[in-house]
């Protein structure tokens, strides 16, 4: 009985106390958001797809773009909320085709701007060296099963126990 309590106990501290969680990270890229482009020219587009991990800070992300009126010049993930300009955040760099995939380990200050939504991506192009196409990076979290499967297994450890008795 008491190895029975032990077994249960320890299922339920890996559930509530395991913090590890993935994110995933997507989001359109166009002209309409780029606050640098405030007439909306040119006929740009593209998205953003990745996710991030919180326990290694590993960020995987892929962006595809298409129609701008030019060569890139530069890209930047920056720090602004919807329709807010903001100071760079983490460069991208290059060459850059499409698609373009890369991951970057980045820092806990990096991390909270990234997890509250603040974060956004900026493509500059030589006719627009502000940027061309912005786009808002959605952040969504993936519920981590783990814990739960632990508890639950631990439940079941206990009750095929008091069968055996």
Do not use: C
């Not at 326990?55 to 890209?75: D, F, K, R």
């Not at 329709?83 to 850059?96: A, E, K, Y």
């Not at 196409?133 to 439940?155: D, K």
């Amino acid at each position: 009985m008491k190895s029975s309590i032990i077994a249960l106990a320890l299922s339920f501290v890996a559930f509530v106390s395991a913090p590890a969680a993935t994110y995933t990270l997507s989001g359109p890229m166009d002209v309409f958001q780029a606050t640098t482009n405030p007439a909306n020219s040119g006929n740009g587009s593209g998205t953003i797809t990745g996710d991030y991990d919180d326990v290694t800070n590993t960020l995987n992300y892929t962006l595809t773009w298409e129609n701008l009126s030019g060569s890139i010049s530069n890209a930047h993930f920056h720090l602004g909320g919807p329709g807010t300009p903001g100071g760079v955040q983490l460069g991208i760099p290059g060459p850059w085709t499409s698609p373009y995939s890369r991951s970057e380990t980045i820092s806990d200050g990096l991390e909270a701007n990234l997890l509250a939504g603040d974060w956004y991506v900026n493509i500059h192009t030589s006719a627009f060296g502000g940027g061309e196409i912005r786009g808002q990076v959605l952040v969504t979290e993936i519920p981590e099963p783990s814990g739960a499967a632990l508890l639950l297994a631990g439940a079941a450890a206990v009750g095929l126990r008091r069968r055996r008795r």
